[in-house]
Nanobody, 128 residues
Framework: QVHLVESGGGSVQSGWSLRLSCVAS???????????MGWFRQAPGKEREGVAT??????YIADSVQGRFTVSKDHAKNILYLQMNTLKTEDTAMYYC????????????????????WGQGTEVTVSS
């Protein structure tokens, strides 16, 4: 069973950067490298939305963070990262790591119902 633990959130000012980490246990090295994983976020009073996902061959970045956020995997450590640059107040949210046991995110890369495994979340607050 996959277990996900996020870290790296905090309170920063607009324009700053943060890097979120998600440690995945329960995956073999081979599976972690292949499987679809990603980051979602949920702001107060809003739906949970996809931010960035990565699978065996592709990455998917939401339009709202395109050019500012990148997603990557450290295969040796089983860690999923979300590098967030030039943060804006509208990026304030709880950020969640999510995982699937499929190689390709395909057309459902931001469909949260397709991700059975979730972390507890890490909070990001961006002030002006």
């Amino acid at each position: 069973q996959v277990h996900l633990v996020e870290s790296g959130g905090g309170s920063v000012q607009s324009g700053w950067s943060l890097r979120l980490s998600c440690v995945a246990s329960g995956y073999s090295f081979y599976d972690f490298s292949r499987y679809c994983m990603g980051w979602f976020r949920q702001a107060p009073g809003k739906e949970r939305e996809g931010v960035a996902t990565v699978d065996y061959s592709s990455t998917y970045i939401a339009d709202s963070v395109q050019g500012r956020f990148t997603v990557s995997k450290d295969h040796a450590k089983n860690i999923l990262y979300l590098q967030m640059n030039t943060l804006k107040t509208e990026d304030t949210a709880m950020y969640y790591c999510a995982a699937r046991s499929v190689e390709y995110c395909s057309g459902t890369y931001f469909n949260r119902d397709q991700f059975p495994a979730w972390g507890q979340g890490t909070e990001v607050t961006v002030s002006s």
